[in-house]
């Protein structure tokens, strides 16, 4: 068996829904990033035919992304017609799964330099509606938006599986005692970390900005907010019990990021040292209301693979789809949550589905570059009751 390496990791800033990425479409969003990985790679610039695969993450497929957003965004970017596409589809979790899905490509054999990553345009997102049973129904049709949740749902799936997100992460956050005030906390140390890693020139190299648009870094965050001015906010899913808010819940976005895999053997095709080895992979599920926590076993067992423990684990990127499921599966871990997340997360970056997985990883690879940590794992809770995980070994130190 092979070891898998990733190589280099890039991301568009993140937009706002209804912001400066509105009229980007989530084809060319991949398209840029696919395009980047190969120009900043000095193998693949002279020759991209190097890349053996490209493998892309979507959760939507329903707009301008369909058709294989993979295969698409090869041909736009311009590389050889002969490199094969697939597009992967695990909600939240598209990206990730797709670097894991390389992962195991490089590791038995079947390629030596995968190009991965996801694309995301919550904006774009169309409506869309069912078909007819039969034609000219005599009454009205509801369209349906396909940028978030649950839609045309199944009448056999039971209710308590399809309450909306929000409702999920309330029924979590009872079940685990986090409290309103746990999570405004945490939302405000995401939007500080994220905004003083902007400033610090972290994201300079793992961001690359969209043609024409006018946009230096992700657009959600608030520099300015603050734990009193956060607990201002009303609730959005309950109006009396509730706790989950705009502010501590990640919004909608638009953006695109990509990660280049390969063996130990293609840093001489590529011209680039490999920056972390992908040392193990979890994938775990439950109860679909109760998503959120599902990282927690998938971590769990990404460290066992791995043959380590969260004792030996300096860097952790979880991505934020809320404060209290982070703050749960924190909890959970028992982990010194100083680790997590140190460069911000998706409450202030953002969370275009699709995107996520890569863009934490890639943050994560270049944060143990950064600190000199050895051991790092990134982890995502995924829509209908998933969670995947990675753990990364740091190969620069």
């Known amino acids: 068996m092979n070891d898998a390496f990733v190589y280099d990791a890039v991301r568009t800033p993140f937009g706002r829904f209804g912001g400066a990425l509105a009229a980007s479409r989530p084809d060319d969003l991949a398209a840029l990033v696919v395009r980047a990985v190969v120009d900043r790679s000095p193998g693949l610039a002279s020759d991209a035919g190097v890349v053996d695969e490209v493998v892309f993450g979507n959760a939507n497929g329903a707009g301008e992304e369909n058709r294989n957003v993979a295969r698409m965004a090869t041909l736009l970017a311009g590389l050889p017609t002969s490199i094969p596409g697939t597009t992967v589809n695990r909600l939240c979790g598209s ?65 308590e599986w399809t309450v909306s997100l929000g409702e999920a992460t309330e029924q979590l956050r009872e079940r685990h005692g986090v409290t309103r005030e746990r999570q405004d906390e945490f939302a405000a140390r995401s939007h500080r970390l994220a905004d003083a890693a902007w400033t610090e020139g972290f994201y300079d190299d793992l961001v690359v900005p969209v043609p024409g648009v ?165 982890c995502i809770c995924i829509g209908v009751g998933q969670g995947l995980a990675v753990v990364l070994e740091n190969v620069t130190a």
């Open 214 to 378: 006018d946009l230096a870094r992700d657009e959600s965050i608030r520099a300015d907010t603050s734990v009193e001015r956060l607990a201002t906010l009303r609730t959005s899913f309950r109006k009396e019990s509730g706790t989950v808010t705009a502010g501590n819940a990640s919004p909608l976005n638009d953006g695109a990021s990509a990660v280049l895999v390969g063996s130990g053997a293609a840093q001489e095709r590529l011209g680039l040292a490999p920056l972390a080895r992908i040392a193990g992979r979890g994938a775990s599920a439950l109860d679909p209301q109760y998503f959120g926590y599902a990282p927690v076993e998938a971590a769990n067992r990404a460290l066992a693979r791995a043959g380590i423990t969260w004792g030996d684990v300096s860097a952790v990127e979880l991505n934020e789809a809320f404060a209290a499921q982070s703050l749960a599966c924190t909890d959970a871990w028992d982990i010194d949550p100083e680790i997590v997340n140190r460069h911000g997360g998706a409450i202030a970056i953002g969370h275009p589905l699709g995107a996520s997985g890569g863009r934490i990883l890639g943050t994560l690879a270049r944060s143990l570059q950064r600190s000199g940590g050895r051991w790092g794992v990134a």
């Open 95 to 159: 990206s990730l799964d797709a670097a894991i899905i390389a992962s195991r490509q490089v590791e038995t054999g079947d390629a030596d330099v995968v190009l991965v990553g996801g694309v995301e345009s919550m904006t774009r997102a169309p409506w869309v509606m069912p078909k007819t049973d039969k034609p000219y129904p005599v009454g009205n049709l509801e369209l349906s938006s396909t940028t978030l949740g649950w839609r045309l749902v199944n009448p056999r799936m039971p209710a």
